[in-house]
């Protein structure tokens, strides 16, 4: 039944998350570089930078320090970071919204992008716009994401100026909104200069994320669009006089959905840790760009953090997919 899968993705998820804050733990305290010598002043003694240590816990064996930090987890505290000072949670929290929306922004394009491009290839099948299709849809997907993000700021924020290519806000704006989550606030309340403001600044990112996607889901959509439109029931509603529009948007796309629904779960996945680059590119304040600081800085406690922050967005993103295809394939949900 639907809810024993539930079951065993949820103790699956908590076994994950324990072993990645195990890898990361240890990780970040074996690499080399100390993170004390990028807090302590110049010329700082040697009882100084020991008493340092001793604050942040440093001094302590490896197994005794994560204890602490697991305990401190169990409590709701994640630490506080090494470089701005300010507790791990509200840090991450506080840009998580930004990368949440700039993913959900490109993922609409890629499968906007993808389920168009697989359509007319499909009704082109045959012919050498289909061929055209495919060379074009085969190399945007050799293009990897950060490269479209590099061609976006020459061409539309240099040589024709027509977006800004840093930052989510101008920030002599003020936009009067009540929570990080700008584009939907801004959509729930109606204030659509906010939402064009906002936009201007995330369709660069959004779309350099969403074209390499868009490329895997037109390739996946219309392989499978293929593979129905030879089915039994098609032939019927060719018989009924269907135009092939309608028999490839009513008929065949219900069953070309479920296999590019999953496959576009796991991809998003993919999605989201690529943010890390070319939120960097635009300057985007999600978290992907906090991570490069992060790391940069050997704020420890911070990027212990946001490497949770995303393995929890990984797993609750592939658990919401899956619980959709249980929901749209009824004989995994009555198996």
């Not at 699956?12 to 100390?34: C, K, Y």
Request: hydrophobic content about 60%.
């Amino acid at each position: 039944m639907w809810y024993r899968i539930l079951l065993n993705r949820l103790i699956l998820a908590a076994v994950t998350l324990l072993g990645v804050a195990v890898i990361v733990f240890v990780l970040v305290r074996v690499v080399p570089g100390d993170p004390v010598a990028m807090m302590i002043a110049p010329g700082a003694s040697e009882a100084d930078i020991e008493a340092l240590r001793a604050r942040y816990g440093l001094d302590l064996p490896i197994p005794q320090q994560f204890a602490v930090w697991i305990k401190g987890i169990l409590a709701g505290d994640f630490g506080t970071s090494f470089s701005l000072r300010q507790g791990v949670v509200g840090l991450v929290l506080g840009r998580v919204p930004a990368t949440l929306e700039l993913a959900g922004l490109a993922l609409l394009i890629a499968m906007g992008l993808g389920t168009a491009v697989a359509v007319v290839a499909t009704l082109a099948r045959g012919r050498w716009l289909e061929a055209l299709i495919d060379n074009i849809n085969g190399l945007v997907l050799a293009v990897p994401d950060f490269i479209w993000a590099l061609v976006f700021v020459l061409v539309l924020g240099v040589l024709w100026p027509v977006l800004p290519i840093s930052g989510r806000i101008d920030p002599r704006l003020d936009l009067d909104l009540a929570s990080n989550f700008y584009l939907l606030e801004a959509l729930a309340t109606f204030k659509f200069a906010a939402v064009g403001h906002l936009l201007s600044h995330m369709i660069m990112p959004a779309t350099a994320l969403a074209l390499p996607l868009a490329a895997i889901i037109a390739r996946v959509m219309k392989g499978a669009l293929k593979e129905a439109m030879v089915q039994d029931y098609i032939l019927l509603a060719r018989i009924k006089g269907f135009s092939p529009l309608r028999i490839l948007l009513q008929e065949a796309m219900r069953n070309a959905v479920v296999p590019v629904l999953s496959l576009t779960g796991v991809q998003f996945t993919f999605l989201v840790g690529g943010t890390v680059i070319v939120e960097r590119i635009f300057s985007y304040p999600g978290i992907g760009n906090m991570a490069i600081d992060a790391v940069i800085n050997r704020d420890l406690p911070l990027i212990q953090g946001l490497v949770l922050a995303f393995a929890v967005l990984f797993i609750a993103i592939n658990l919401a997919v899956d619980l959709i295809t249980i929901v749209l394939n009824p004989r995994l949900r009555h198996g």
